[in-house]
């Protein structure tokens, strides 16, 4: 019997060999067949169709269809977009003058001036419009045509010619040098002697810049530190290892990355002695903190190190790599999904398994699992990284949109600061109820028209009741309710005035110090950071948060919310 067992044992094993045989041939077979038929019909398309074809712009639009229905950051990367691939996700280096535009009317205008580069030297400013680079008349490009004239060597001559206001145009010669956007946009001391660090991104050298910040805070004896990640979309994986080991000490797990690839499949752990093991430390994100940012927040979470304070991170747990491809094209994979310290993974949206109409579900609260910090405070997976503090995002008065949509806000902005030759310090700076004035009557013959949601409602009642046939009877006190709102909206301009005068002094505080202004205008407004403040100077609150009896035991298990489809992933896998 015992022959026999060893003989068929023998037979089932040729069999599952045959098999796996077959199958791995049989998927050699569906791959070949697929591409000979992907290949024919590009070629008998090439050679038949009625209309020349952009061969290189059907290849893309072919694999674009091909990969959307994955995730969307798995992408083919031809290329003609390698260079503006490798500035967007690996690096902030490019040569030019330091200035961002904008279109408008086909006309090109100034719509940013970086501090210490040659546009803010040269005396270019926000609202300056832009008629000529070298020689090359910029009536009707767009921003990417003008984008590529700003753009070249360092060192290289660049020609501009330039109007301001109703003056004549102005010609300067301005040389390009290296631009350097750093990740860290922002460092320095607030409130309450807290250390206060602003990381807009995950691309080469943060954690080093970061480190540069900490180092800088720390000479001041701060008594906490705030590392704001808001509306930070990501980026490379172990920068944001890094910047937890300046907090963590070292030989701790921080994330692991898992996916179908056994070889792919790794562990970060903290490498190094770290920069600040002990101070307090908050850790500031919102709907738009995403991939290296919920992994740096969601890691200090689980290992008690931080409090997270802010709204629900975006959610996005996934890891992409790189790979090359023929003619120094790239194609961008998602590759794995990345878990940290307490095991949960933070992804929201199922790309998996779609609707039938192709929509992307999001994990249902009944399908989120329970998870345990160092500490035995309960987290959850699959909805982001959830504040121990939540603070909620107000949102903009529909005025105040329409006048930063219109631009009338950047228009005032470009008026003031050619009339007025210097400011108050940022921190001090306020626009006075007479300038506040002063911007209403310039509005006077503006448009910045906008419906507010109950003019909406209002119109959608015209609507059903027109279509049932019963508008009729109540149009009269229709038309007295649309009076009403009329005169309502005029009273906006004085009923927001608050919040529109805090995106004035913002705009106009950047035009004399620069991105650095804009943040320190917007501190004496900024409840998350005041949050953070009083957060960190209640000890004993500190403490009963990171045991599990403070504000996230109240808050208890997250609710989904609405996610931007506007958060961009940028995390890769550095391995360049």
Known sequence: MKRNYKKWGFVGGILVLAIGIWSFNDDLFQISKNLDVFA????????????????????????????????????????????????HYVSTQYGGIGAGIFARNNKVYVSDVFEGFPAQKSDIRPGDQLLKINDVDLN??????????????????????????????????????????????????????????????????????????LSAI????????????????????????????LFVPKNVEIVSQKGKIKEKN??????????????????????????????????????????????RSYGKGLVQQTFNLPYNSLVKITIAKYYVPSGRCVQALDYTHRKDDGSVVKVA????????????????????????IFVKQDRFANVTQALVSKLLIFDYATLYRNTH?????????????????????????????YTTATEKLVNSLKTEATKEKQFASIQAEYEALKTKMVNSKKNDLQQNKDEIKQVLENEIASRYYYEKGRYETNFKYDKELAQSVKIMQDKGQ???????????????????AMISKKTEDKDTINDQ
């Open 218 to 245: 720390k000479k001041n004896n701060p008594n906490g530190i705030i590392l704001d990640l808001r509306s930070n979309g990501g980026g490379i994986l172990q920068e944001a290892v890094k910047i937890v080991n």
């Open 421 to 449: 030759s210097k400011i108050d310090d940022a921190h001090t700076f306020h626009l006075t109820d007479a300038e506040y004035i002063d911007f209403v009557k310039f509005l006077a013959d503006k448009n910045y028209s």
């Open 365 to 388: 609260d009944s399908l989120m699992h329970e998870f345990k910090t160092k500490d035995g405070r309960s987290v959850y997976d699959g909805g982001g990284v959830y504040p121990d």
């Open 140 to 213: 009707g490009k767009n921003n990417d045509q003008v984008s590529q004239l700003l753009k070249g060597s360092k060192g290289a001559t660049v020609k501009l010619l330039l109007k301001r206001n109703e003056s004549e145009p102005v010609e300067k010669k301005i040389v390009r040098d290296e631009i350097k956007q750093p990740n860290v946009s922002y460092y320095g001391m607030v409130d309450g002697n807290m250390g206060y660090i602003k990381l807009d991104k995950f691309l080469e050298n943060s954690a080093e810049e970061v480190t540069t910040a």
């Open 542 to 560: 500190i403490v009963a948060i990171l045991k599990g009896d403070g504000n996230y035991k109240v808050i208890g298990k997250p609710q989904l």
């Open 40 to 87: 024919s019909v590009y070629k008998e398309v090439n050679i038949n169709y009625v209309d020349d074809i952009n061969s290189s712009k059907m290849i893309k639009t072919g694999v674009d269809a091909m990969l959307e229905g994955l995730d969307p950051y798995t992408e083919f990367v031809p290329e003609s977009e390698i260079e503006d691939y490798r500035l």
């Open 266 to 311: 790794f562990t970060y752990s903290t490498q190094n002695t770290p920069l600040e093991p002990n101070l307090p430390l908050v850790v500031l994100v919102n709907g738009r903190s995403a991939s290296a940012s919920e992994i740096v927040a969601g890691s200090l979470q689980d290992l008690d190190r931080a409090i997270i304070i802010g709204q």
